[in-house]
T-cell receptor, first 113, second 104 residues
Framework: DAGVIQSPRHEVTEMGQEVTLRCKPI?????LFWYRQTMMRGLELLIY????????DSGMPEDRFSAKMPNASFSTLKIQPSEPRDSAVYFC???????????FGSGTRLTVV | GIQVEQSPPDLILQEGANSTLRCNFS?????LQWFHQNPWGQLINLFY???GTKQNGRLSATTVATERYSLLYISSSQTTDSGVYFC??????FGAGTRLTVKP
C-alpha cells in the first residue's frame, strides 16, 4: 500500500495566483480530511468528506478556499486567489469509517510570496 | 466543539528516561487517537484508544473516558522519540501537542 499520496510536496507561488493541492487516499478508505499546520495555529481541520460528500467544512477559513472530492480516489484543495498568510503545510489524511485506521500524507508545503 | 488540552507543552528528557504525556478533553468521546510528528514533519498514528490501555513496544496509552483524559507513556526514551505528540478527538480535531526533546 502506497499510503496517502499528496502532490506537490512543495509549492511556491506569487500572491494572487491560484493554487491546487492534490490528494489520493488509501484505497478502501471512505473518509478524507484536509488540515493546515502553522506555528501560530497548530493543526487545523479544514474540511472532511465521508463517501465523497463534504460533512463539515466549518474550518475552511474563507471563500478563497474550496475542496472537492469527485471520486473515492481523488481530492483537491484549491486556494484562489492565494495570499501570503496562506503559507503553511497542508496535510491530507484518510481513514476507514469511524476514524479507525487514520493515515496522513506527507504534506504539501505552500509558500505564497 | 470538544476542547482538547495537552500537557506539558514542552518536555526535555535524557535518553533512557521515562515520561508521561497527558490529554484532557472537555466532553465524552468515542474516539481518541495519539500521533507522533517527527522532526521531518511526518505524522504517524500511534494508537487508536477510545478507552482502556494499549501497548506497542516502549509506548503505551491509557484512556479513562469517564474522567475525560488520556495518557501516553514513553519508557526508556530514545533520541528517535523526539518530535511533537498530538492527541485527537472525534472529528479529528487536534490538541496543541507536546514537544518532546530527547537528548543523548
Amino acid at each position: 500500500d502506497a499510503g496517502v499520496i499528496q502532490s506537490p510536496r512543495h509549492e511556491v507561488t506569487e500572491m494572487g495566483q491560484e493554487v491546487t493541492l492534490r490528494c489520493k487516499p488509501i484505497s478502501g478508505h471512505n473518509s478524507l480530511f484536509w488540515y493546515r499546520q502553522t506555528m501560530m495555529r497548530g493543526l487545523e481541520l479544514l474540511i472532511y468528506f465521508n463517501n465523497n460528500v463534504p460533512i463539515d467544512d466549518s474550518g475552511m477559513p474563507e471563500d478563497r478556499f474550496s475542496a472537492k472530492m469527485p471520486n473515492a480516489s481523488f481530492s483537491t484543495l484549491k486556494i484562489q486567489p492565494s495570499e501570503p498568510r496562506d503559507s503553511a503545510v497542508y496535510f491530507c489524511a484518510s481513514s476507514q469509517t469511524g476514524f479507525y485506521g487514520y493515515t496522513f500524507g506527507s504534506g504539501t508545503r505552500l509558500t505564497v510570496v | 466543539g470538544i476542547q482538547v488540552e495537552q500537557s506539558p507543552p514542552d518536555l526535555i528528557l535524557q535518553e533512557g528516561a521515562n515520561s508521561t504525556l497527558r490529554c484532557n478533553f472537555s466532553d465524552s468521546v468515542n474516539n481518541l487517537q495519539w500521533f507522533h510528528q517527527n522532526p521531518w514533519g511526518q505524522l504517524i498514528n500511534l494508537f487508536y484508544i477510545p478507552s482502556g490501555t494499549k501497548q506497542n513496544g516502549r509506548l503505551s496509552a491509557t484512556t479513562v473516558a469517564t474522567e475525560r483524559y488520556s495518557l501516553l507513556y514513553i519508557s526508556s526514551s530514545q533520541t528517535t522519540d523526539s518530535g511533537v505528540y498530538f492527541c485527537a478527538v472525534p472529528d479529528m480535531r487536534f490538541g496543541a501537542g507536546t514537544r518532546l526533546t530527547v537528548k543523548p
